[in-house]
């Protein structure tokens, strides 16, 4: 069992910025690649932003590339999720994800390929 806790979700202003964080316990965090995911209200959950289990691999759904930076750290069992020039349509509950290193990176955006969930963040971007 992998337990995943995020935390750095707030209220802020359209244009700022967060930093959401994915603490990581229970197996080794470097094992796993892992994911983001966001659900705003009455919308299915959708693919954020995807890093392989080193690090050396990130990719970026098209609404978020170039403001969103997945990054982690192994040895802190913890990812991130650095967002800027935040948007309203940025406005969701924040989910990480992982799944099992060496399992197929072209199905990173796949929800389903995830083996382990976070309860959820609040991002609420105002305009």
């Known amino acids: 069992q992998v337990q995943l806790v995020e935390s750095g979700g707030g209220l802020v202003q359209a244009g700022g910025s967060l930093r959401l964080s994915c603490a990581a316990s229970?197996?080794?965090?470097?094992?796993?690649?892992m994911g983001w995911f966001r659900q705003a209200p009455g919308k299915e959950r959708e693919f954020v932003s995807g890093?392989?289990?080193?690090?050396?691999?990130?990719y970026y759904a098209d609404s978020v590339k170039g403001r969103f930076t997945i990054s982690r750290d192994n040895a802190k069992n913890t990812g991130y999720l650095q967002m800027n020039s935040l948007k309203f349509e940025d406005t969701a509950v924040y989910y990480c994800?992982?799944?099992?290193?060496?399992?197929?990176?072209?199905?990173?955006?796949?929800?389903?390929?995830?083996?382990?969930w976070g309860q959820g963040t609040q991002v609420t971007v105002s305009s």
């Open positions: 994800a992982v799944r099992l290193a060496g399992s197929s990176w072209s199905l990173v955006t796949v929800e389903g390929q995830y083996d382990y």
């Open positions: 229970g197996r080794p965090f470097r094992n796993y690649a």
């Open positions: 890093i392989s289990s080193s690090g050396a691999l990130t």
